[in-house]
């Protein structure tokens, strides 16, 4: 089972396991994680589940698909690292990813 950090604005930090497939956002909706609304239910279809690709797990996270980047446009503080939770599907690779949740979602 990968594991994913969650990393508050505080930098506190909390450890999850997930199964291969499931979504970022679904993990963090399963262990009430907080900072990660995802009020589409992970449809792509809001900016709810915003977080912060940590740099050492940008490469392995991929790059947004263009309706992605076009949704991560009404996320507040939107940066360079920016991806939507649920558009992140775990796999072996991600084994150990590292997320930062923002301060506020849209």
Do not use: N
Request: charge should be negative.
């Amino acid at each position: 089972m990968p594991r994913v950090t969650f990393v508050t604005p505080a930098g506190d930090s909390r450890t999850v396991a997930g199964d291969i497939g499931q979504s970022v956002m679904e993990i963090a909706k399963r262990h009430g994680i907080d900072g990660i609304d995802g009020e589409c239910g992970g449809c792509c279809a809001c900016a709810t589940c915003h977080i912060y690709v940590d740099e050492a797990w940008r490469e392995a996270s991929g790059s947004p698909s263009s309706g992605e980047a076009e949704m991560l446009d009404f996320a507040l503080g939107r940066r360079a690292e920016s991806r939507l939770s649920c558009q992140i599907r775990l796999r072996p690779a991600l084994d150990g990813l590292i997320v930062h949740t923002p301060e506020r979602q849209s």
